[in-house]
């Protein structure tokens, strides 16, 4: 079993910046794709970041330059630093995980519970 802990959301003023962050615990064999979603209320969850074991980044078109994703593999966990935030990032933003839990498992998405950001006077 995989759990995914996300923490640092809140609320900033436009202009400002947070830096969220997930750790994944539990069986962890190995790990692939790391990313961050969001979701806003009346829309669609959407990619907004993501990043390979390889180290390929992406980025939604929304948050290029403002954005950005790194992960530390040692400390099983992915960071999104957020800058220059506008009101409508304003969503719950999830990370998730592609995990295999064991050598002859598959790999599996993951996802955290969430946590709410806000960018508002």
């Known amino acids: 079993q995989v759990q995914l802990a996300e923490s640092g959301g809140g609320l900033v003023q436009p202009g400002g910046s947070l830096r969220l962050s997930c750790a994944a615990s539990?069986?962890?064999?190995?790990?692939?794709?790391m990313g961050w979603y969001r979701q806003a209320p009346g829309k669609q969850r959407e990619l907004v970041a993501s990043?390979?074991?390889?180290?390929?980044?992406n980025y939604a078109n929304s948050v290029l330059g403002r954005f950005t994703i790194s992960r530390d593999n040692a400390k099983n966990m992915v960071y999104l630093q957020m800058n220059s935030l506008k009101p409508e990032d304003t969503a719950v933003y999830y990370c998730?995980?592609?995990?295999?839990?064991?050598?002859?498992?598959?790999?599996?998405?993951?996802w955290g519970q969430g946590t709410q950001v806000t960018v508002s006077t």
């Open positions: 998730n995980f592609v995990i295999k839990s064991s050598l002859l498992s598959a790999y599996v998405g993951y």
């Open positions: 990043v390979t074991n390889g180290g390929r980044i």
């Open positions: 539990g069986s962890i064999f190995s790990m692939d794709t």
